[in-house]
């Protein structure tokens, strides 16, 4: 099991030889999926080949029996008199679900905390991290999946031509250069096939803007699954574990510890068993859980990786939206992508974009991360020539046009006219 997950991590670590999306995007379908699935993969090593937890014997219990018993059917927290004994103070923030009146950081050193339930929660979650991970792993990969599927590999169909080393003909004939490609046969076909689909990309932009979309509601429904997931301590696990770290050493020892409240190292555990005159007999336990040691460092990381990646998805969004109602952005971001600086390559460019539509510039600019800045901006001059004599060609025929009106529209006036011109000449004559 633990194999085949590192199997699949491995083929998401694989770098893709054409890009169809962003760097945001990858965050979240590669680098986040790692994370997930590399947590994962500890925990299911310490879960199932190593040694979760360790209970003290109680009289009359195997160890082993006891250790499994108290797995199986999870463990509780140390009641509030007695914490305090084993280095582990729960914080009420964050176990009663709610904002107190005050906080407990902020309180007098000693000032007594509001009481907890009188029935602890248990901590059977830790049972099930491995598997929460993986779900959430395969939900950030959801959007890369669905636009893999619509991309429909527009940029394959274009070739892999452009990033390999392009040289001029003359160079190519004298035998110079070995292993390149001629510049202008690969702008020839780019460009032809470029002008094929031309002002038919819009669907396609708009199917990239949604899985962006997604991308967002992915990454703000695994914030709120995590939060369900440990009964409503993740929202402000960080930002609690931040006001305790900012304590000094010494000091914390009497504040309460918010990561080993959502992630106890130290439990209870109550064992029942059957006497020999079949009555009910109960053990208590204390019981270490190691496992948890790893489980609070690993949602502290995912706690500051999720709120930041939605905000710079957010952010990302906004440029997004930038680019759309603000075309001169568009034609800015070619030229920075393809490291055109001249003021004929700005020509080029506004003159190119001047023949399309929002989703034929997203293909021009998936196009860019696909070549090397070189064959770009040859590629922009070719398009621009091919636009420019498309627009002659078309003004030529429209001129003539218009003249074939002129000519048939004046020449039966001129007929007639010359008729009886020669009409009234020779009855003169006569």
Excluded at 39 to 58: E, H, R, W
Excluded at 95 to 117: E, F, N, V
Excluded at 179 to 208: M, P, T, W
Excluded at 350 to 366: K, N, T
Aim: proline share 4%; aromatic share 12%; with cysteine.
């Amino acid at each position: 099991m633990a194999l085949d997950l590192l199997h699949s991590a491995k083929g998401i670590l694989k770098t893709d030889e054409l890009t169809i999306d962003n760097v945001v995007f990858k965050l979240h379908y590669r680098v986040t999926v790692a994370i997930l699935i590399g947590s994962s993969l500890i925990g299911v090593a310490k879960q199932y080949f190593g040694d979760p937890i360790n209970c003290q014997t109680a009289s009359g219990v195997n160890s082993k029996v006891l250790d499994d018993y108290c797995w199986i059917h999870s463990t509780f927290h140390i009641r509030n008199e007695f914490q305090g004994n084993v280095g582990c103070i729960v914080d009420p923030e964050l176990m009663l679900g709610q904002q107190p009146a005050y906080s407990y950081y902020d309180s007098p050193r000693g000032a007594p905390a509001p009481d907890l339930p009188s029935s602890t929660p248990d901590t059977s979650f830790y049972q099930w991290v491995p598997f929460v991970l993986v779900l959430q792993a395969a939900l950030f990969y959801l959007p890369r999946k669905i636009w893999k599927t619509c991309e429909g590999g527009l940029m394959a169909s274009f070739g892999r031509d452009a990033k390999r080393l392009v040289i001029l003909r003359g160079d190519f004939e004298g035998g110079e250069e070995k292993g390149g490609l001629v510049k202008e046969d690969i702008a020839r076909k780019y460009s032809a096939y470029f002008q094929s689909i031309l002002h038919h990309n819009n669907g396609y932009f708009i199917q990239f803007l949604l899985c962006e979309v997604l991308n967002l509601i992915v990454v703000i429904a695994n914030i709120y699954l995590t939060d369900f997931f440990l009964g409503g301590r993740f929202m402000r696990y960080g930002s609690q574990v931040m006001k305790y770290l900012g304590h000094e050493q010494a000091a914390r020892h009497d504040l309460p510890n918010p990561m080993c409240t959502v992630f106890p190292t130290v439990t209870s555990c109550t064992f029942h068993s059957v006497g020999t005159a079949a009555g009910e007999q109960k053990f208590n336990s204390l019981c270490i859980l190691s496992l948890n040691i790893v489980n609070e460092k690993v949602f502290l990381f995912l706690w500051f990786w999720f709120f930041g990646l939605t905000i710079l998805t957010g952010l990302h969004l906004v440029f997004r939206l930038t680019c759309i109602t603000i075309p001169p952005l568009r034609c800015l971001l070619l030229l920075g992508r393809s490291r055109a600086f001249t003021q004929g390559d700005l020509v080029t460019c506004r003159q190119v974009l001047g023949h399309c539509y929002l989703g034929d510039w997203f293909v021009l600019y998936q196009l860019c991360k696909n070549s090397n800045s070189y064959f770009f901006r040859y590629l922009l001059r070719s398009l621009e020539k091919s636009f420019s004599a498309k627009a002659k060609a078309r003004q030529r025929s429209m001129s003539r046009g218009s003249r074939g009106l002129t000519v048939s529209a004046s020449s039966p006036l001129t007929s007639s006219t010359r008729r009886c011109s020669c009409y009234f000449g020779s009855g003169s004559l006569a």
